[in-house]
T-cell receptor, first 112, second 111 residues
Framework: DVKVTQSSRYLVKRTGEKVFLECVQD?????MFWYRQDPGLGLRLIYF???????EKGDIPEGYSVSREKKERFSLILESASTNQTSMYLC???????????FGPGTRLTVT | GIQVEQSPPDLILQEGANSTLRCNFS?????LQWFHQNPWGQLINLFY???GTKQNGRLSATTVATERYSLLYISSSQTTDSGVYFC?????????????FGKGTLLTVNP
């Protein structure tokens, strides 16, 4: 079974803090993704990585950066957290070329 | 970009009933997936089905790619089937393997 894990289920941070969200997958997948889910807006892609040290911006990259130093780990970084980044963050991984995506349990981030 | 529409937005059933959820999409797709989001927020994979028909227990799905729709069937529903069902597609002409999600169908199964 594919397993995607995320470092925290719930996280509360203050405005201006630097926040790291970690995602690890155990299936040797090349592709990894970060989405955020908001009521009324659905799921939106923040960043995508197709290989170690490779990344592409998704639909809403502003205010975020990512790091992929090892194949199994993909980190989402909020350089200076803001209240509008309060959201559910979902990580996914997939093997090319079929791109069947598998999701982690999600991190509910609250920025106060 | 590609548009994904799911219907109905809400569905209430009695336990044991059958249901059909629909997903329409506006362009050709490489990938179509159905997910169930559980009460804790995790997206559970139901089907990877860019075309054809698949079955898994009480659930089955059919995608008619040429007509740009997919159907998810739930038979003999149980209370544990409650939750939000999402259809997500990868546009053939798109880049970066992005999945575009529909807004979901909220299913409530009453005992």
């Amino acid at each position: 079974d594919v397993k995607v894990t995320q470092s925290s289920r719930y996280l509360v941070k203050r405005t201006g803090e630097k926040v790291f969200l970690e995602c690890v997958q155990d299936m040797d997948h090349e592709n990894m993704f970060w989405y955020r889910q908001d009521p009324g807006l659905g799921l939106r892609l923040i960043y995508f990585s197709y290989d170690v040290k490779m990344k592409e911006k998704g639909d809403i990259p502003e205010g975020y950066s990512v790091s992929r130093e090892k194949k199994e780990r993909f980190s989402l970084i909020l350089e200076s957290a803001s209240t509008n980044q309060t959201s559910m963050y979902l990580c996914a991984s997939s093997p090319p070329p079929l791109n069947e995506q598998y999701f982690g349990p999600g991190t509910r981030l609250t920025v106060t | 970009g590609i548009q994904v529409e799911q219907s109905p937005p809400d569905l209430i059933l009695q336990e044991g009933a059958n249901s059909t959820l629909r997903c329409n999409f506006s362009d050709s797709v490489n990938n179509l997936q159905w997910f169930h989001q559980n009460p804790w927020g995790q997206l559970i994979n139901l089907f990877y089905i860019p075309s054809g028909t698949k079955q898994n227990g009480r659930l089955s799905a059919t995608t008619v790619a040429t007509e740009r729709y997919s159907l998810l069937y739930i038979s003999s529903s149980q209370t544990t089937d409650s939750g939000v069902y999402f259809c997500a597609v990868e546009n053939s002409g798109g880049s970066n393997y992005k999945l575009t999600f529909g807004k979901g169908t909220l299913l409530t199964v009453n005992p």
